[in-house]
């Protein structure tokens, strides 16, 4: 099983300035590449200190590139719904030839009110641009020449350059949350699958994903090749009861990041997001020890039993990508978990 690392800033400027984060992320980075992981990811978001500090993942997983010759390098996730699908594709490309062809590209369809009004993009479009945008992508990927008539984006006679390593194009991801047509979606494309189940109960979420792998053969595609890369966070330590002890605040400044930008769905649903206009009250209700249960925070007993429940509901191996630094985590604590997950679970399952 292949493991690797995923960053989510959650820092303010006032705690953190950008200038430090991105210096100690690649050092972290680095850290994990000696230790064996084989992938870096990170994430797609704006103007608030959730994710703020990470509005260009293929930039970001440019710098990863040069000073990692190996480490594949993954969006985690990119957003069609903001970006026009020619400069997507021209940029996904351009990071593929770059990196000698290390590039995994994941989507997401954005779920963040605040985002969607600063773009002048309505969210009862989301699925949509969403779709209409990763269906541009790959035509521009693939195809020498396109002529393109969508909703929201035509052009006639495009090639796009440069043209990707990769073939027919850099491995999709799709990030799935808790709506069921994401899942479908993904299965009938044969898109893989990229999970973070916060939020969700384990078992909910391996119904999710057999009922993805059933979809993606009803689409033609081998479930067999499916890639289902799920976001873990991770505090490993000797014990249970050090690791539950020590993650939690880190991990409770994250939730408090993450309602920020969530108290606009209070006011402001969208029939495209059944439900996510309660979700901000049940993340202030989540429990800590739900919390725990959907990650690898424990022992390395734990750790390596967690896996393979995963691995079992799931269907199939799993492709995980491990949060270790969240919650301005000091550095020296965070690469402590890292190493001790590397020697005692990444390197026996």
């Known amino acids: 099983m292949q493991f690797g690392v995923t960053f989510f800033p959650d ?32 994430i797609e978001h704006y103007l608030t200190p959730y994710g703020g500090y990470s509005p260009d993942p293929l930039q970001f997983l440019a710098a990863v590139a ?9 969006t985690g996730a990119v957003i069609p719904a903001f970006n026009h699908p020619i400069q997507l594709a021209a940029r996904i490309a351009l990071l593929d030839s770059m990196s000698n062809g290390r590039l995994d590209v994941g989507f997401a369809r954005a779920f963040l009110p605040h985002e969607f009004d600063a773009f002048e993009v309505s969210m009862d479009d989301s699925r949509a641009r969403y779709e209409e945008g990763i269906d541009a992508i790959r035509r521009l990927l693939t195809e020498e020449e396109v002529t393109f008539e969508g909703q929201f984006h035509r052009f006639e006679k495009a090639r796009s350059l440069p043209r990707p390593v990769q073939q027919p194009h850099p491995p999709f991801y799709v ?17 893989s699958l990229m999970i973070t189940p916060f939020y969700m109960r384990p078992a909910e979420l391996g119904e999710m994903v057999v009922n993805y792998r059933s979809f993606r053969a009803e689409g033609g595609h081998d479930p067999a090749t499916a890639s289902i890369n799920i976001n873990f966070r991770l505090y490993c330590a ?10 939690e605040p880190y991990a409770r400044h994250y ?3 993450f309602l920020e930008p969530l108290e606009r769905w209070r006011d402001q649903p969208s029939a495209q997001y059944p439900g996510y206009e309660k979700f901000i009250t049940a993340v202030e209700k989540f429990p800590y ?8 925070i424990g022992s390395p007993e734990n750790a390596r039993d967690r896996i393979a429940y995963f691995t079992d509901i799931c269907g199939g ?10 919650g301005n985590m000091p550095l020296d604590e965070a690469k402590a978990s890292l190493k001790l997950f590397a020697e005692e679970v990444m390197a026996k399952v």
């Open 317 to 326: 191996e799993i492709y995980p990508s491990i949060d270790f630094a969240y």
């Open 11 to 42: 820092v303010t400027p006032d705690v953190k300035s950008a200038q430090q984060y991105y210096a100690e992320t690649f050092e972290l980075i680095d850290f994990a590449a000696d230790l064996g992981f084989c992938h870096a990811k990170i």
């Open 66 to 74: 040069a000073r990692q010759p190996k480490m594949r390098l993954m």
């Open 175 to 191: 990030a799935a949350f808790r709506t069921p047509d994401s899942f479908e979606y993904a299965g009938r494309e044969g898109h």
């Open 255 to 257: 939730i408090n990041m």
């Open 289 to 296: 020890d739900v919390l725990v249960e959907q990650s690898f």
């Open 238 to 247: 000797e014990s249970d009861k050090e690791a539950v002890e020590r993650a």
